[in-house]
């Protein structure tokens, strides 16, 4: 028998997300771990001589290089080409997915480099992400019976709130297709019965109001565009203040606004907050603001992007629709 023939059929999942699906419990059962670290990171990696080519699991799904036939082991290719993520690169392969780990699951995104339209990127803004939805839910009186992820990516995050609110609705959204598909399969390879992945342009495709509504919007200012990246406006945070006012408008009492976002910090000072506090005056949610870290992605202020910048910083914004 070949890891082919171990692909079995499963609700929402078309043949060739079934073989995705089965490759990352494939990977899960044969030890595979992998913390996918920041595009800046992984190339100054991959440049290393040594690094020139994948001689095992992690070379080839999770710092995406080139590998030789012999390098994986028996049904791994098969299994690759069912799901549509096996590449030729000259005489070598190449994964056109990687796999990474988080709150013990494997997650499938994008191979590195990221530079498609619609590649979607699991990091660590991902794991910081989840972290503080997974915190929230754990510190939170009330309990969580639907939530959303906007932007849901890989889904990691409404995955992470689903498995610590048990039998919560709870929706996966991106306009992303790509993203979307990620989502369906993570969520049946972590099982996860309360995930709903669909398409909606934030919570315009949508009905309801939530519990939990979490976030982790592109909020990069990016010269090319990149949805995945690109968060719009003067500053690269227009879509995550378009987000804070559809929560405004959709949260239950008691329900909370997770975002996790980002700011280019300006002569001392924040736009994104200072933002972010007219757009939530008048709307009745009590909120807090806080760096997690002050200085990140510092190779993005050597660009004309960020050249007014002094430092940029990551961000979470809790805001809470009083009970």
Same mark, same amino acid.
């Given at each position: 028998m070949t890891l082919t023939?171990?692909?079995? %059929?499963?609700? /929402?999942? &078309?043949?060739? @997300? !079934?073989?995705?699906?089965?490759? /990352?419990?494939?990977?899960?059962?044969? &030890?595979?771990? +992998? #913390?996918?670290?920041? %595009?800046?990171? =992984?190339? *100054? #990696?991959?440049?290393?001589?040594?690094?020139?080519?994948?001689?095992d699991l992690r070379g080839v799904f999770g710092w995406s290089r080139p590998f030789a036939p012999g390098v994986l082991p028996d049904g791994y290719l098969e299994l690759m080409d069912a799901a549509g993520v096996l590449a030729r690169d000259g005489e070598l392969y190449r994964s056109l997915v990687r796999f990474s780990s988080y709150d013990s699951e494997l997650f499938v995104h994008s191979a +590195? %480099?990221?530079?498609?339209? @619609?590649?979607?990127f699991l990091g660590p803004d991902t794991y910081r992400m989840a972290d503080a939805a997974a915190a929230h839910v754990a510190a939170r009186q009330l309990p969580v019976r639907r939530a959303v992820d906007i932007g849901c990516g890989t889904g990691a995050g409404a995955i992470t709130v689903a498995k610590r609110a048990p039998g919560a609705e709870v929706l996966a959204v991106d306009i992303n297709d790509t993203a979307l598909r990620y989502a369906r399969v993570n969520t049946a390879l972590a099982d996860v019965p309360g995930v709903r992945p669909c398409r909606s342009n934030l919570l315009g495709d949508v009905d309801g109001t939530f519990d939990l509504i979490i976030s982790n919007p592109p909020f990069m200012i990016d010269?090319? /565009? *990149?949805?995945? *990246? @690109?968060? &719009?406006?003067?500053? /690269?945070?227009?879509?995550?203040?378009?987000?804070?006012?559809?929560?405004?408008?959709?949260?239950?009492?008691? &329900?909370?606004?997770?975002? +996790?976002?980002?700011?280019?910090?300006? @002569?001392?000072?924040?736009?994104? *907050?200072?933002?972010?506090?007219?757009?939530?005056?008048?709307?009745?949610?009590?909120?807090?603001?806080?760096?997690?870290?002050?200085?990140?992605?510092?190779?993005?202020?050597?660009?004309?992007?960020?050249? =007014? !910048?002094?430092?940029?910083?990551?961000?979470?914004?809790?805001?809470?629709?009083e009970g």
């Open positions: 023939d171990t692909v079995l %059929p499963a609700p /929402g999942l &078309g043949a060739a @997300d !079934a073989a995705l699906r089965t490759l /990352g419990a494939t990977l899960k059962d044969a &030890g595979y771990a +992998f #913390v996918t670290v920041t %595009p800046a990171t =992984h190339e *100054r #990696v991959n440049r290393r001589p040594e690094n020139a080519q994948a001689h +590195f %480099p990221t530079a498609a339209a @619609d590649s979607v010269p090319a /565009g *990149r949805t995945y *990246r @690109d968060g &719009g406006g003067e500053h /690269g945070h227009g879509l995550s203040l378009a987000i804070v006012d559809a929560a405004a408008e959709r949260l239950n009492p008691g &329900g909370t606004l997770v975002l +996790f976002s980002g700011a280019g910090i300006i @002569d001392g000072e924040d736009p994104f *907050r200072a933002a972010a506090a007219d757009h939530l005056a008048g709307t009745g949610l009590t909120w807090t603001y806080r760096e997690v870290d002050p200085d990140v992605y510092d190779e993005e202020l050597d660009g004309r992007a960020y050249a =007014h !910048a002094e430092r940029i910083a990551v961000v979470v914004l809790t805001a809470t629709r």
